[in-house]
């Protein structure tokens, strides 16, 4: 059952054409199949083909039909004896595009058909090598009967759309060999929105969304940052795009965010509509950035790809270090920059401390769709950003241009990647790739060791600690750059030498840094430069110190955190206590001054007024009580509202609305404008009146930004006042289905002790399917991932919630319970009451019958790791 790394083996064969022609019907399709294989190594006779839920209808070779006894089938596999070394195979098969509700392979929703391939899903269309090393050029031929089917859309350039009778067919000739995993197919019908771009060379390129209809006028931002996505790469990097179309597909049905597949990109629809009506601030930017990774792909996954799914890095690391820079290019470095950090804290550490640990490159998979994980995608790219700072820009694009020049074409991995870095450079990489290999969270633990020279210098000792992960048992000390600075008691830099690059790096277990001053604060990680966790004993006054002085907006976010997090686990450690009360107080009200007499820059504002969340403040602790910690998480965000409330409420009134516009500045303002609402409202001395003027501020909202900020600080502040317009908001918007993803995630995120009724309610509401993966997401994802309360009750009936939910999915869409799964993997690190209701959970979903790969594997190495 289990994959590993190191057995990979070349293909004995390989797939120089395919031809595949698709009769649509919606539960009974029938591909056929025309492969031109040839023999790589001589002495293979046997040939094996993946193929998973498949009625095979023919096989034949070389034009002559196989006799059933010619040939060898079973569940997932079709082999048989191959003698020639050029041989023609054309396979006939039917498949139920209507009842594959796993949405991997062809699948038919809405009057649409439409496919997913990566990682495996094309063995769920025809039998095929289906592996990433196996580069194949492309032809293929759709038709259909029925009319609605408008469109009929596949990779590459459409060679000829004609009528025959009642079947429309098109055709359609990939020029690119490809894995069949970026084979794409859609049919149905569509508005369509074009354009077309001109590329730094000068070729003319069509750009065509394919939309719902009626949606034409929310496609716009969706192709206008496709057009900036293309224009960065050409500037940035030097790629342009290689056919003459490039295609968007939007679909309501989609198991994930978006999918690169060549020329025609799949999108999860709530990644491409956007309106100032109906899509939030973070909408916009999620649009982008998404739209922008799918098109870098093209270079970094397609024209390079992977050469097995161990090296799934190799691509997504890359490719969402690629959007991050694009993002903060277009936007602001610093917004982008905290909110990457926060899904590495907040998730990746999570990950990387429960049963499912794996190093980016994982060593060994039972189910590839498991390992799409933000391990392999974000700190995939945290250890591409490493390399980036290591090598500056320039020395990084020299890499990447020669990594471009050895692969383009070639299926190759991770370590080919690090070698043309390094060879490029003229540096030796060796060390820095354990990366690649090791899994965990390095802990670093700084010291002050004291001060020499008659208190002239002071020296820091770092130490670094690399625990066992259940997958793992010994490690390694990494290659760690640790960006730091140090502040004198005036808030002025003071130069260290020994640096490199501003980077300290401590590549073994003891590093040991002098700076000649005393009262030095250090400031540790700036700009999150390595995925670590430091730890550091900062007191308050130091953090307030970094606050006021460092000249890094980071540093000054990152402080603030800290601040909170000392405060939060204080009032959780030390029993409440009116001590510990006037403790945090006195701490919060520093604070609240620090940001009251200092002008802070606009687009850190709202985050250093954000109290961190649960997954964040956590850090360090073990066997957690969540319920009191949340308990402790609320009472530093009262206490902290009730410092600034007055004040909050006087920064509302600044707020000026203008017509909405997705820019920086406006962003900021909105973002700045709901930071303060919400404490006011919490605030005991604001909140009357900020609860009027929330109620006024949604009753004349024009954006759904700005309704949704409403909705949020209601939801937190005040249940009846959430209650009243989230009735408001369910009457205006239940007609259209994306908008209404955000109202089952706003119910299921809300503190309230009936909860788990409600969720009953909502699972029946008339915009609720459970075929869906954005409304399965939206309600009870949410509610697993980010309802403290209602998830984690005391008597273990949230995670039974869970559970029953997820028996029900798998058998429905294994994939997307699969994800949904993830708190519940988290058991260990719980005090040992909601450990053992956890645990029971888990038993219960290991031990159902028919269950998936998918879950198999989690619950059975969370079970294992205890
Ligand atoms: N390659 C796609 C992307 O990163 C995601 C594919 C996810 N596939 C999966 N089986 N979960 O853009
Ligand atoms: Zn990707």
Known sequence: LIKRRLDYQQPDFSIRSTFLTFDL??????????????????????????????????????????????????????????????????????????????????????????????????????????????????????RSKCETDKFLLSNGNLVKR??????????????????????????????????????????????????????????????DSLKKAMRWDEETYGLEYDLAVYMVVAVDFFNMGAMENKGLNVFNSKFVLADPQTATDEDYFNIESIIAHEYFHNWTGNRVTCRDWFQLSLKEGLTVFRDQQFSADMSSYLSTRIAQVKVIREHQFVEDAGPMSHPIRPDEVMEMNNFYTVTVYDKGAEVIRMLHTLLTKEGFRKGMDLYFARHDGQAVTCDDFVDAMASANNVDLRHFQLWYSQSGTPLIKVRKVGSENKGKSTTFEFTQINAATPDQANKKPLFVPISTKFLDESGQEIKVSSLNNGNIIVDRDKVSVTVESENVTPVLLDNFSAPIIVEYDYAIDELLHIIQYADSSYAKWDASQGLFIKCI???????????????????????????????????????????????????????????????????????????????????????????????????????????????????????????????????????????????????????????????????????????????????????????????????????????????????????????????????????????????????????????????????KQYDASYKAHMKHQLERIFNSKELSKDLFEKTSKALASD
């Not at 945090?584 to 604070?591: E, G, N, S, W």
């Open 25 to 142: 019907s919606p539960s009974k399709t029938v591909v056929t199949s025309c492969l031109h294989i040839k023999k790589e190594n001589i002495n293979a006779t046997q040939l094996k083909l993946d193929g998973e839920n498949l009625l095979l209808l023919s096989v034949s070779v070389n034009g002559r039909s196989l006799g059933e006894y010619e040939y060898q089938f079973d569940e997932y596999s079709l082999s048989l004896n191959i003698d020639e070394e050029n041989v023609e195979l054309e396979i006939t098969t039917q498949i139920d595009p209507q009842s594959n509700t796993s949405l991997e392979g062809l699948y038919y929703t809405q009057s649409t058909y439409c496919t997913q391939c990566e990682a495996e899903g094309f063995r769920k269309i025809s039998y095929y090598l289906d592996r990433p090393d196996v580069l194949s050029v492309f032809t293929v031929t759709i």
């Open 162 to 223: 004609y009528q025959d009778g009642d079947t429309a067919i098109a055709v359609w000739h990939d020029p690119h060999p490809k894995p069949s995993y970026l084979f794409a197919l859609v049919a149905g019908d569509f508005d369509l929105l074009t354009d077309s771009y001109s590329t730094l060379s000068g070729r003319q390129i069509n750009l065509e969304l394919y939309l719902e209809k009626g949606r034409l006028k929310q496609g716009q931002h969706a192709l």
């Open 569 to 827: 686990q204080t009032c959780y450690l030390e029993d409440f206590d009116s001590l510990t009360q006037r403790e945090t107080k006195a701490v919060l009200a520093k604070y609240a001054n620090v940001l009251k007499s200092n002008s802070i820059e606009s687009d850190v504002l709202a985050q250093l007024l954000s109290v961190p969340s649960f997954e964040a403040a956590r850090v360090g602790l073990e066997s957690i009580d969540p319920i009191r910690f949340d308990a402790a998480i609320q009472a530093v965000q009262q206490a902290f509202a009730d410092e600034l409330g007055e004040y909050a409420l006087l920064r509302c009134q600044d707020f000026i609305q203008s017509e909405y516009e997705y820019s920086t500045e406006q962003v900021n303002a909105r973002a700045i404008y709901a930071a303060w609402l919400k404490l006011a409202s919490l605030s005991e001395q604001g909140k009357n009146a900020a609860l009027v003027t929330l109620r006024k501020r949604y009753a004349n909202a024009d954006n759904m930004s700005d309704k949704l900020n409403c909705l949020k600080v209601a939801q937190a502040t005040n249940i009846a006042v959430f209650d009243e317009l989230m009735l408001k908001f369910e009457s205006e918007y239940t007609h259209d289905a994306v908008i209404m993803d955000k109202w089952f995630s706003l119910h299921a995120t809300a503190r309230r002790s009936d909860i788990l009724s409600r969720l009953d309610l909502l699972k029946a509401h008339s915009q609720f399917n459970q075929r869906n993966p954005n409304k399965v997401r939206a309600l009870l994802g949410s509610f697993a991932f980010y309802n403290l309360s209602g998830f984690h009750q005391k008597d273990g009936l949230g995670y039974k919630y869970v559970a029953d939910y997820l028996l029900q999915l798998d058998k429905i869409n294994p994939q997307v319970a699969s994800r949904i799964i993830t708190p519940l993997l988290q058991f």
